[in-house]
């Protein structure tokens, strides 16, 4: 058997209670500096602005996915499969729209994962729901150039999550409680 080279925990035992402090072994983790004036921060930023070039092209692919998953639902209905699908495809673009320069395609994205994830019968979500969510999305990533989409986007989106917020309310009435969790106020934005 292998002997730990670890130190042991440190306990400190007072009259009601003991206070244990475990190994710091994170230091090991860390690399001292051999030059003062590398700047990893600017490193991962020029990284990041090198990779900015392929952004398009992956929000693109991402929306062709989500399109691939609506069609899906659409000749197949919702089920398990194509439920999750869809849901998968609008979480992606959720997580990756603001990392990639289109915030308003996130809050669309946004908006249709909560349409999926908070609707208690997936049979009973509306198909033309599903539909101008992603129409919405493919068209703000496909109109993201221009001048006037800002403006558009936000409308379409304040729409949209009021339509799914009123549809939420209606499907999830007889459930005060979830109901409260799912419209309470965010803690952190």
Same mark, same amino acid.
């Given at each position: 058997?292998?002997i730990?080279?670890?130190?042991?925990?440190?306990?400190?035992?007072?009259?009601?209670?003991?206070?244990?402090?475990?190994?710091?072994?994170?230091?090991?983790?860390?690399?001292?500096?051999?030059?003062?004036?590398?700047?990893?921060?600017?490193?991962?930023?020029?990284?990041?602005?090198?990779?900015?070039?392929?952004?398009?092209?992956?929000?693109?692919a991402?929306?062709?996915?989500?399109?691939?998953a609506?069609?899906?639902?659409?000749?197949?209905?919702?089920?398990k499969?194509?439920?999750d699908a869809?849901?998968?495809?609008?979480?992606?673009? +959720?997580?990756?729209?603001?990392?990639? @320069?289109?915030?308003?395609? %996130?809050? #669309? =994205?946004?908006? *249709?994962? &909560?349409? /999926?994830?908070?609707?208690?019968?997936?049979?009973?979500?509306?198909?033309p729901?599903?539909e101008?969510?992603?129409?919405a999305? +493919?068209?703000?990533?496909?109109?993201? @150039?221009?001048?006037?989409? %800002?403006? #558009? =986007?936000?409308? *379409?989106? &304040?729409r /949209?999550?009021?339509?799914?917020?009123?549809?939420?309310?209606?499907?999830?009435?007889s459930?005060?409680?979830?109901?409260?969790?799912?419209?309470?106020p965010?803690?952190?934005s």
């Open positions: 058997m292998a730990s080279k670890d130190p042991a925990p440190s306990v400190a035992t007072f009259a009601d209670h003991e206070v244990i402090t475990p190994p710091n072994t994170l230091r090991k983790a860390i690399a001292k500096a051999t030059d003062p004036d590398d700047d990893p921060v600017g490193r991962a930023e020029a990284a990041l602005a090198q990779l900015s070039t392929e952004f398009s092209d992956w929000m693109h991402e929306c062709e996915r989500l399109e691939a609506r069609q899906d639902v659409k000749r197949a209905g919702l089920s499969k194509t439920y869809l849901f998968r495809a609008a979480h992606d673009i +959720r997580g990756e729209a603001g990392t990639f @320069g289109y915030p308003a395609a %996130g809050a #669309v =994205a946004e908006s *249709l994962c &909560r349409l /999926l994830e908070h609707t208690p019968d997936m049979a009973r979500i509306p198909l729901s599903i101008q969510h992603v129409d999305l +493919r068209a703000m990533v496909r109109e993201h @150039g221009r001048q006037d989409m %800002g403006g #558009v =986007a936000a409308v *379409l989106t &304040r /949209l999550r009021e339509v799914t917020d009123e549809f939420l309310r209606t499907e999830n009435a459930r005060p409680d979830y109901l409260e969790s799912i419209f309470a965010k803690l952190a």
